[in-house]
T-cell receptor
Framework: SQTIHQWPATLVQPVGSPLSLECTVE??????LYWYRQAAGRGLQLLFY??????ISSEVPQNLSASRPQDRQFILSSKKLLLSDSGFYLC??????????????FGEGSRLTVL | AQKVTQAQTEISVVEKEDVTLDCVYE???????LFWYKQPPSGELVFLIR??????QNEISGRYSWNFQKSTSSFNFTITASQVVDSAVYFC?????????????FGTGTRLTIIP
């Protein structure tokens, strides 16, 4: 079964600084990959998803960008962080199977605080 | 468009009580998938169950059970004899079946607190 690794687990960044969150997947190939953000005490907001290398779909206009340089690597970036970028970022992997599997498997999350 | 509603924002029950988490969904698809996830205090979302829309059999897994009723567009989750370890935020989600329709739409979650 697949394993999703995210890092860093926690980071505190000043407003205006750049950001790079990395997600790597083990144990599967050609997965769909997702970035979600969860504000404190809130639900999950889908930020980006990718069905393959270099293919990124953005769900909401924002200060963030995503890239997928390799099949099992998904990166979330920002050139200049805003206070509103604070939150808990979750990477998820989806392997579409003949049995109809659609479930997402999540990484441990990265908690970002922008000061 | 798809929508998932979890009307219960927070629930508190005393340990060993049964508790049901409600989930109501909207979709124009005739076939779809429904899911439940658990988010413990550590933050990582844990997959609990996937249900296909053409299978309305209720499912039981230990103390967990799920009641899928297509007629009322509901997919409720019951924990029997609750334990403190069940304290978490629970999310219900919905996805399509066809290619290009795989994204999950999540509800806003229900925070469940089990009081010892």
């Amino acid at each position: 079964s697949q394993t999703i690794h995210q890092w860093p687990a926690t980071l505190v960044q000043p407003v205006g600084s750049p950001l790079s969150l990395e997600c790597t997947v083990e144990g599967t190939s050609n997965p769909n990959l997702y970035w979600y953000r969860q504000a404190a005490g809130r639900g999950l907001q889908l930020l980006f998803y990718s069905v393959g290398i270099g293919q990124i779909s953005s769900e909401v206009p924002q200060n963030l960008s995503a890239s997928r340089p390799q099949d099992r690597q998904f990166i979330l970036s920002s050139k200049k962080l805003l206070l509103s970028d604070s939150g808990f970022y979750l990477c998820a992997c989806q392997k579409l199977g003949l049995a109809g599997s659609r479930e997402l498997f999540f990484g441990e999350g990265s908690r970002l605080t922008v000061l | 468009a798809q929508k998932v509603t979890q009307a219960q924002t927070e629930i508190s029950v005393v340990e060993k009580e049964d508790v049901t988490l409600d989930c109501v969904y909207e979709t124009r698809d005739t076939t779809y998938y429904l899911f439940w996830y658990k988010q413990p205090p550590s933050g990582e979302l844990v997959f609990l169950i996937r249900r296909n829309s053409f299978d309305e059999q209720n499912e039981i897994s230990g103390r967990y059970s799920w009641n899928f009723q297509k007629s009322t567009s509901s997919f409720n989750f019951t924990i029997t004899a609750s334990q403190v370890v069940d304290s978490a935020v629970y999310f219900c989600a919905l996805s399509g079946v066809t290619f290009g329709n795989e994204k999950l739409t999540f509800g806003t979650g229900t925070r469940l607190t089990i009081i010892p």
